[in-house]
């Protein structure tokens, strides 16, 4: 095979890569934008895209220091790499947007790890490729022996994370109407912006520790702010949330909270953070 051939071949794999990872990030974006939760006539305040509203960044110490996590995480195993190897990772660091980390766990070891899987969807092949591909040159740099997982399988599992993730990433709105533009509730664990005629209250649930109690405050501090100025709490739509609304949308949360138990992922928990954002 000519080397026209086998470049033909190499463009032809990487636009196709391209294409497939293209494809299946707008397929969880679309599906998180027509999520609406289960079956309430106020169901929309709980809302499954995260597009629509802003959410804080993890910092990027946290960002940082979090533990690689198999799930998440594609991790190359180094042994045996000398120290200048930490000098020597900050272009792979730049290059992947802290989502890249370099770990020393201990008797020149060393664990390399790239996360997968964020409210952006999962990497590319194309991307894992090259990050791998520069993980190796590291490592024979330093003189380090390799271990890496398969890349097929570490991305299939990737996939199977996303969707489960998309499923449960949720945000519950509660809008507070004919009150002051200058009116503001008390901090509490969820975001407050301003709106038309009012402010609107919104809890991110994947990443709220305690989302039970962080719901409860929510719900406390919009019927404070409609009470101390005559105001009203509605859904998008202008549905008034009476007591039973609210309790039965605390109720969906705290199903929420449990689905996401039992995927081994507690909302607010560093994993968590990081998947969601």
Do not use: W
């Given at each position: 095979m000519s080397d026209l051939q086998l470049g033909l071949l190499v463009i032809g794999a990487v636009a196709v890569v391209?294409?497939?990872?293209?494809?299946?990030?707008?397929?969880?974006?679309?599906?998180?934008?027509?999520?609406?939760?289960f079956g309430s006539r106020h169901e929309d305040a709980l809302m499954g895209s995260r597009r629509e509203s802003p959410v804080?960044?993890?910092?990027?110490?946290?960002?940082?220091?979090?533990?690689?996590?198999?799930?998440?995480?594609?991790?190359?195993?180094?042994?045996?790499?000398?120290?200048?190897i930490a000098k020597s990772w900050e272009p792979v660091e730049r290059r992947f947007a802290r989502r890249a980390t370099l770990t020393p766990t201990g008797g020149g070891n060393w664990q390399a790890a790239l996360q997968m899987v964020s409210r952006n969807g999962?990497?590319?092949?194309?991307?894992l490729?090259?990050?791998?591909?520069?993980?190796?040159?590291?490592?024979?740099?330093?003189?380090?022996?390799?271990?890496?997982?398969?890349?097929?399988?570490?991305?299939?599992?990737?996939?199977?994370?996303?969707?489960?993730?998309?499923e449960a990433d949720v945000q519950v709105a509660v809008h507070v109407l004919d009150i002051p533009a200058e009116a503001r509730p008390e901090e509490g664990p969820f975001q407050v912006s301003p709106r038309a005629g009012?402010?609107?209250?919104?809890?991110?649930?994947?990443?709220?520790?305690?989302?039970?109690?962080?719901?409860?405050?929510?719900?406390?501090?919009?019927?404070?702010?409609?009470?101390?100025?005559?105001?009203?709490?509605?859904?998008?739509?202008?549905?008034?949330?009476?007591?039973?609304a609210l309790t039965a949308i605390g109720a969906e949360v705290d199903a929420m909270r449990r689905r996401m138990g039992e995927m081994g992922i507690e909302p607010g928990s560093p994993l968590a953070l990081r998947l969601f954002s």
């Open positions: 391209a294409v497939v990872a293209y494809n299946r990030v707008q397929e969880r974006r679309v599906r998180r934008e027509a999520e609406r939760a804080p960044e993890v910092p990027l110490e946290e960002k940082k220091h979090s533990a690689a996590d198999p799930r998440a995480d594609y991790v190359i195993e180094l042994a045996g790499a000398a120290p200048s999962v990497v590319s092949e194309a991307e490729l090259e990050f791998r591909a520069q993980v190796e040159t590291l490592a024979a740099a330093s003189g380090a022996r390799v271990s890496a997982p398969e890349m097929r399988d570490a991305l299939e599992g990737a996939y199977a994370l996303d969707r489960a993730c998309a009012g402010v609107t209250l919104l809890l991110d649930v994947p990443r709220t520790p305690d989302v039970a109690r962080g719901y409860e405050a929510m719900v406390r501090a919009g019927r404070q702010l409609a009470a101390a100025h005559g105001g009203r709490l509605v859904d998008d739509n202008g549905n008034a949330l009476d007591d039973a």
